[in-house]
């Protein structure tokens, strides 16, 4: 049944000592969906995220990308195959300028052992930077420092930077934390854009957010599957309802 | 985390600084081949040139790709004594001593970093700092080869011989120049690694390097290489070094050569390009002033030393920079 499965986790666990983050976890990210993954505080909807984005390295189960292993692939690999992730929390390149940002992670895809060509020659990386940071809204802070832009548009180029490596699968970890409610609207905007033309996994902790622009949503509870279907039934699922509503009540 | 008290402006400015950033291998290489003109200590002039090369090949390393190695004096004084002990000893031409102890330093590197770039920050520093105390204690106890505590002698170059031109090195002038051709390929080679790609990879490296490995930067791998790289730039300043003094001294090996070349380069202004000249020739001029003015000079040394760091952390060259771009 491989049939538009981007991503098979299968039985996928973590501990942390004695602590298990999350366990034998079995999903399918179908190919070209919106998939959220939600779940409270602590349900271990990180850990599974960094497990993906080869931060963390599985205590066992497999992870299986367009069939491959991703077992024992080292990080930087990960980016090449196709896989990139915004991070929580905000994860920039502060003191280059943003257009650099972007212009860096672009020519990592390609380039990064050239000691001899200078950069400046390379026009066609900063044409792609200049791209994606017209789509991101941040072309007129082009020249800024990373770190003088605001919480939002840091933001902003955190999704810049996943994006530069023309992902296959985009991970995006909680992409509106700490953002305002303008800047949420813009952001999920965005998001639906880009779920068109890329597989995207979203983790959110806020359930209402992603009900009405996921395809497929997976709930994690305290480190284990709790539910994974379409919005609808995961609305009418008992038990997400008992998890969500009993304990934060969002 | 390294650099996070430099330039707070946006990046884009378009002045006649810019025109000097623009060409400034040109630019370092004027203002050293004018030095001598105005240093009346010709030696000094020299030792600001090699001490110099070694605080660019330090900076490439510590300022823009953000390790901190205590350990550069292995890579320093293995340049010094391979080149010094290919001409003490065998007699060979400078043109082959120098790449000797250019392969002596390159050869230490591989191994000091394949360890080192394991551990990072402080442990970094202290694990650069613990194999460059072993490859001291080797090259003492190597005596026959490297004269142990007395130090290496007999490493002369008394004339350079080019296509039936002979330039003595006795004439201190002529010797400053031969050093600076060097310095100058080596410098040209360094501007050039800094606009390349690799350039971008270490100050992302610098910059964040989680973020860089997540943007599919083979992390490991740069800083291996920076880390060679930088060790080159410091073997040659060695192997130069030697011809210049035309002895070799342990000292070379030592930690206080490490923490020199960190004090220098804090002095300039870690990771900027003319930086680690500037602070040469300040940490050299004040050690000459205060050696002949009180005993303890490495007490004034110190006392400037702090002020800086305290009042102006982007070093000599770096606050200046900051002024004026205002």
Same mark, same amino acid.
């Not at chain 2, 020299?46 to 550069?72: E, R």
């Not at chain 2, 992390?219 to 790289?229: E, M, W």
């Given at each position: 049944?491989?049939?538009?499965?981007?991503?098979?986790?299968?039985?996928?666990?973590?501990?942390?000592?004695?602590?298990?983050?999350?366990?034998?976890?079995?999903?399918?990210?179908?190919?070209?969906?919106?998939?959220?993954?939600?779940?409270?505080?602590?349900?271990?909807?990180?850990?599974?995220?960094?497990?993906v984005s080869g931060a963390l390295v599985p205590s066992s189960g497999r992870l299986l990308f367009e069939?491959?292993?991703?077992?024992?692939?080292?990080?930087?690999?990960?980016?090449?195959?196709?896989?990139?992730?915004?991070? @929580?929390?905000?994860?920039?390149?502060?003191?280059?300028?943003?257009?650099?940002?972007?212009?860096?992670?672009? @020519?990592?895809?390609?380039?990064?052992?050239?000691?001899?060509?200078?950069?400046?020659?390379?026009?066609?990386?900063?044409?792609?930077?200049?791209?994606?940071?017209?789509?991101?809204?941040?072309?007129?802070?082009?020249?800024?420092?990373?770190? @003088?832009?605001?919480?939002?548009?840091?933001?902003?180029?955190?999704?810049?930077?996943?994006?530069?490596?023309?992902?296959?699968?985009?991970?995006?970890?909680?992409?509106?934390?700490?953002?305002?409610?303008?800047?949420?609207?813009?952001?999920?905007?965005?998001?639906?854009?880009?779920?068109?033309?890329?597989?995207?996994?979203?983790?959110?902790?806020?359930?209402?957010?992603?009900?009405?622009?996921?395809?497929?949503?997976?709930?994690?509870?305290?480190?284990?599957?709790?539910?994974?279907?379409?919005?609808?039934?995961?609305?009418?699922?008992?038990?997400?309802?008992?998890?969500?509503?009993?304990?934060?009540?969002? | 985390?390294?650099?996070?008290?430099?330039?707070?402006?946006?990046?884009?400015?378009?002045?006649?600084?810019?025109?000097?950033?623009?060409?400034?291998?040109?630019?370092?290489?004027?203002?050293?081949?004018?030095?001598?003109?105005?240093?009346?200590?010709?030696?000094?002039?020299?030792?600001?040139?090699?001490?110099?090369?070694?605080?660019?090949?330090?900076?490439?390393?510590?300022g823009y790709t953000g390790m901190l190695s205590f350990g550069h004096a292995a890579f320093f004084g !293995?340049?010094?004594?391979?080149?010094?002990?290919?001409?003490?000893?065998?007699?060979?031409?400078?043109?082959?001593?120098?790449?000797?102890?250019?392969?002596?330093?390159?050869?230490? !590197?591989?191994?000091?970093?394949?360890?080192?770039?394991?551990?990072?920050?402080?442990?970094? !520093?202290?694990?650069?700092?613990?194999?460059?105390?072993?490859?001291?204690?080797?090259?003492?106890?190597?005596?026959?080869?490297?004269?142990?505590?007395?130090?290496?002698?007999?490493?002369?170059?008394?004339?350079?011989?080019?296509?039936?031109?002979?330039?003595?090195?006795?004439?201190?002038?002529?010797?400053?120049?031969?050093?600076?051709?060097?310095?100058?390929?080596?410098?040209?080679?360094?501007?050039?690694?800094?606009?390349?790609?690799?350039?971008?990879?270490?100050?992302?490296?610098?910059?964040?390097?989680?973020?860089?490995?997540?943007?599919?930067?083979?992390?490991?791998?740069?800083?291996?290489?920076?880390?060679?790289?930088?060790?080159?730039?410091?073997?040659?300043?060695?192997?130069?070094?030697?011809?210049?003094?035309?002895?070799?001294?342990?000292?070379?090996?030592?930690?206080?050569?490490?923490?020199?070349?960190?004090?220098?380069?804090?002095?300039?202004?870690?990771?900027?390009?003319?930086?680690?000249?500037?602070?040469?020739?300040?940490?050299?001029?004040?050690?000459?002033? !205060?050696?002949?003015?009180?005993?303890?000079?490495?007490?004034?040394?110190?006392?400037?030393?702090?002020?800086?760091?305290?009042?102006?952390?982007?070093?000599?060259?770096?606050?200046?920079?900051?002024?004026?771009?205002?």
């Amino acid at each position: 049944m491989n049939d538009d499965a981007i991503l098979v986790a299968e039985r996928l666990t973590k501990k942390f000592g004695e602590f298990v983050a999350n366990k034998d976890i079995s999903v399918r990210v179908r190919r070209g969906k919106l998939t959220s993954i939600i779940g409270p505080n602590g349900a271990g909807k990180s850990t599974f995220f960094n497990m993906v984005s080869g931060a963390l390295v599985p205590s066992s189960g497999r992870l299986l990308f367009e069939g491959r292993d991703l077992n024992g692939l080292p990080r930087h690999r990960f980016a090449r195959l196709g896989i990139a992730k915004s991070f @929580q929390i905000t994860n920039v390149f502060p003191l280059l300028s943003v257009l650099e940002n972007v212009r860096s992670a672009v @020519q990592a895809q390609h380039t990064q052992f050239n000691l001899w060509t200078p950069r400046a020659r390379m026009t066609e990386y900063v044409r792609v930077a200049e791209a994606l940071l017209e789509r991101v809204e941040l072309i007129d802070k082009r020249h800024l420092r990373a770190h @003088q832009l605001a919480h939002g548009e840091q933001r902003s180029l955190e999704v810049a930077l996943a994006l530069a490596s023309d992902p296959k699968l985009l991970l995006m970890d909680e992409p509106t934390a700490g953002m305002s409610p303008e800047e949420t609207v813009a952001m999920m905007h965005l998001i639906t854009q880009l779920a068109r033309e890329r597989t995207v996994v979203l983790v959110e902790h806020k359930m209402k957010l992603v009900m009405g622009i996921s395809d497929r949503i997976i709930v994690l509870h305290h480190g284990e599957l709790l539910a994974e279907g379409a919005p609808d039934d995961i609305r009418a699922n008992e038990e997400v309802k008992r998890v969500y509503l009993g304990s934060s009540g969002q | 985390m390294l650099a996070a008290h430099r330039l707070k402006s946006p990046l884009k400015a378009s002045s006649w600084l810019d025109q000097v950033a623009r060409h400034r291998t040109a630019a370092v290489l004027i203002a050293l081949a004018l030095l001598p003109l105005v240093m009346p200590y010709h030696s000094l002039a020299v030792n600001i040139l090699t001490f110099g090369l070694f605080a660019c090949g330090f900076n490439l390393l510590f300022g823009y790709t953000g390790m901190l190695s205590f350990g550069h004096a292995a890579f320093f004084g !293995a340049g010094a004594y391979g080149c010094g002990i290919a001409i003490a000893h065998y007699g060979l031409p400078w043109w082959l001593a120098i790449p000797l102890g250019l392969g002596l330093g390159a050869l230490l !590197a591989l191994l000091i970093g394949a360890l080192a770039i394991r551990s990072r920050g402080i442990y970094f !520093a202290m694990v650069t700092l613990a194999l460059a105390q072993c490859v001291y204690f080797i090259f003492l106890q190597a005596s026959d080869l490297t004269g142990g505590d007395n130090g290496l002698r007999g490493v002369n170059v008394d004339a350079v011989v080019l296509g039936g031109l002979r330039f003595s090195l006795i004439d201190p002038i002529a010797k400053y120049y031969f050093v600076l051709v060097f310095v100058a390929l080596a410098v040209a080679l360094l501007s050039r690694i800094l606009r390349s790609p690799f350039g971008a990879a270490i100050e992302a490296v610098r910059e964040n390097e989680h973020r860089a490995a997540a943007c599919g930067f083979d992390v490991s791998t740069i800083k291996y290489l920076a880390f060679v790289l930088s060790a080159l730039f410091s073997a040659l300043a060695g192997a130069l070094h030697a011809i210049h003094l035309s002895t070799v001294a342990l000292e070379a090996l030592s930690y206080h050569i490490s923490g020199q070349v960190l004090m220098v380069t804090l002095l300039g202004g870690m990771g900027t390009f003319f930086g680690p000249f500037v602070g040469a020739l300040a940490f050299l001029a004040i050690e000459h002033i !205060a050696t002949n003015t009180i005993q303890y000079w490495q007490f004034v040394v110190g006392i400037v030393f702090i002020a800086l760091v305290l009042f102006f952390p982007r070093g000599i060259w770096g606050t200046l920079l900051g002024w004026m771009r205002r």
